[in-house]
């Protein structure tokens, strides 16, 4: 089994070329994981601004996915889920692909479906990541496959860490993480700009409104990051027959809180559905 480094640069490729890929590349190469020259990505070739972009960092950018496996000691794969057994096959009987690390950031495919494509001595590592991994702001949650060690965990990790936070769970609750962080943002999106909406009701210029709502946003974020309890923290802000106080009654009144936590749920319920769809186009 190949032994894998976590104090030395190591040899990345990417199975998809995408902006998700093109964000972490660019963090592990900012966080020193990666050297440039070391990264190879397999892009479509009518994809030349992947391409492009890819080059601009110093990596390689491909138009096929078997030498990216043999040239790299990790393997992501970061296409389209229901292309993701597809580009496997195209490396399953590889000798590079025996005993590497694959991990996989398509969503609702399985450890154990990508691990009936691979050869069984491939290890296997699934990631939710989310879209602010573009700023390095990403949430993201993995999952181990049957012969995954925990050296790989660490390794998957780190390289995650490099772009936003990364946490372990058990492959159970991966449809729960798709649902709150990575659909999280489209509704983050949505209040952002109905706080916006709200501020231009009330006689704010729009531009004025959202750069208020976005900060707003990010401020109390950051104010959570670092220690404390939304509740606490939303009751400090709350002063008796207050502005917040009229406000907050107002959105408990048309039932603000069920509807995200609905939101998340129906998320969840749907990832459920997508999983056993992919399930069976893979296998």
Not at 77 to 104: C, R, W
Not at 175 to 204: H, R
Not at 242 to 261: D, P, Q
Request: net charge neutral.
């Amino acid at each position: 089994m190949l032994k894998l480094s976590l104090q030395e640069a190591m040899k990345i490729g990417f199975i998809g070329g995408g902006r998700l890929a093109f964000a972490l590349a660019n963090g592990f190469i900012s966080a020193g994981l990666a050297k440039p020259d070391e990264i190879t990505a397999s892009v479509h070739p009518a994809d030349v601004a992947s391409a492009e972009a890819f080059k601009g960092l110093g990596a390689t950018a491909l138009f096929e996915n078997k030498p990216v496996v043999e040239r790299s000691d990790v393997v992501i794969v970061s296409v389209k889920p229901d292309v993701v057994g597809k580009a496997l096959k195209e490396v399953k009987n590889l000798q590079a692909s025996n005993n590497k690390l694959f991990i996989s950031v398509a969503m609702g495919v399985s450890t154990a479906s990508i691990e009936k494509v691979l050869p069984p001595t491939a290890r296997v590592i699934r990631v939710m990541p989310n879209t602010p991994a573009l700023v390095k702001e990403g949430a993201a949650a993995l999952c181990r496959g049957s012969i995954t060690t925990d050296e790989d965990v660490k390794l998957a990790t780190q390289l995650f860490r490099a772009v936003g936070t990364c946490d372990e769970v058990p492959e159970y609750q991966m449809d729960a993480v798709t649902a709150l962080s990575g659909s999280g943002p489209a509704y983050v999106y949505m209040l952002i700009e109905s706080l916006a909406d709200g501020g231009v009701k009330c006689g704010l210029p729009r531009d004025l409104a959202l750069r208020l709502a976005t900060q707003t946003t990010l401020g109390a974020a950051a104010m959570l990051r670092n220690g404390g309890h939304p509740a606490v923290m939303k009751d400090n802000v709350t002063s008796p027959a207050g502005s917040t106080a009229e406000g907050t009654y107002h959105l408990e009144k048309n039932g603000f809180r069920a509807a995200v936590i609905g939101a998340v749920k129906a998320a969840e319920e749907r990832c459920k559905e997508v999983n056993k769809e992919l399930s069976l186009i893979i296998n």
